[in-house]
């Protein structure tokens, strides 16, 4: 195939994702982020696009669409479940005196940390993928950090004494991307590191959201600093109520800073790291 005829076939390829991309974008408008008809035009799309990306991985059209398989198929879906959260966060402290959690948003909360795990598994497993197709060696060591391997014993990255995620290829997404040959040309090392490094800093995020969701065990909404179970009043002097004492229970950003960590380690001139606030 011609230089040219494939320029055009990338561009064709890029056209038909961006209708994808805003068939998608229109449909989460107007519906909850687990619909049914939106996880399927999500998926629709985040699998041609890493179609894209194995499989035209020095096009230069292909490499400017790198961030919309973060930006269109996890981001925006993060940002649909925190509006939902902020809204129904916003109803109960109206509809209740103290700042208990209703049904809604304990089921809320519920869906938004299922997704987030969902794409913890989906995004390590690319990463181990990018790692194995491109023979990105100098990344091995931030994988395994993150204890992020693969369930294959011959892999390089196995690890069988502890669990393993799934990779990338065990996701019906992947499965008509072309593999490319493992020779990388000159200057396509760094722009490939790179991309592994970013995809920690997003596994990073993933990780920072779970944590700030994540009330299980006394722990207080993120940016607060007690929970709704540590407000219980008691009889003091002349029978007048007091609030006990509250106990601050600290949040665990280990995982997020850990990912950030290897991410900064493996391209340090990377300057997407997310900062924990």
């Known amino acids: 195939m011609s230089a040219p005829a494939k320029k055009d076939e990338v561009s064709s390829v890029l056209r038909d994702i961006k209708g994808l991309g805003l068939d998608f974008h229109k449909s989460l408008k107007s519906s909850v982020p687990w619909d049914r008809d939106v996880e399927f035009q999500r998926h629709n799309l985040r699998r041609r696009l890493v179609n894209v990306f194995f499989a035209y991985p020095f096009a230069p059209q292909a490499e400017a669409e790198e961030n919309k398989l973060w930006l269109d198929t996890t981001y925006a879906l993060i940002q649909a479940y925190r509006s939902r959260l902020a809204k129904q966060d916003a109803e109960d402290a109206k509809n209740s005196r103290l700042p208990q959690h209703s049904v809604q948003m304990r089921k809320l909360q519920n869906k938004f940390r299922a997704f987030l795990s969902a794409e913890e598994s989906f995004w390590s497993g690319f ?79 993933l990780a920072r959201y779970r944590e700030q969701y994540n009330e299980v065990g006394g722990k207080p909404k993120a940016g607060q600093l007690k929970h709704s179970e540590d407000w219980k009043p008691r009889r003091g002097r002349g029978g007048k109520k007091e609030s006990s004492p509250i106990v601050t229970r600290e949040r665990d950003f280990t995982r997020a800073s850990e990912c950030y960590q290897q991410a900064r380690l493996l391209f340090p001139d990377n300057g997407s790291f997310s900062v924990l606030r």
């Not at 994988?143 to 390089?156: G, K, M, Q, R, V």
């Not at 502890?162 to 760094?190: H, Y």
């Open 127 to 205: 990463a181990l993928r990018l790692v194995r197709t491109f023979g990105l060696t100098e990344a091995k060591p931030a994988l395994l950090a993150l204890n992020i391997t693969s369930p294959d014993p011959s892999d390089p990255l196995a690890d069988v004494s502890r669990s393993s995620v799934p990779t990338i290829d065990d996701d019906p997404e992947s499965q008509n991307a072309v593999e490319p040959s493992t020779a990388l040309p000159p200057g396509q090392r760094d722009r490939k590191l790179d991309a592994v490094s970013k995809v920690l800093v997003h596994l990073g995020d």
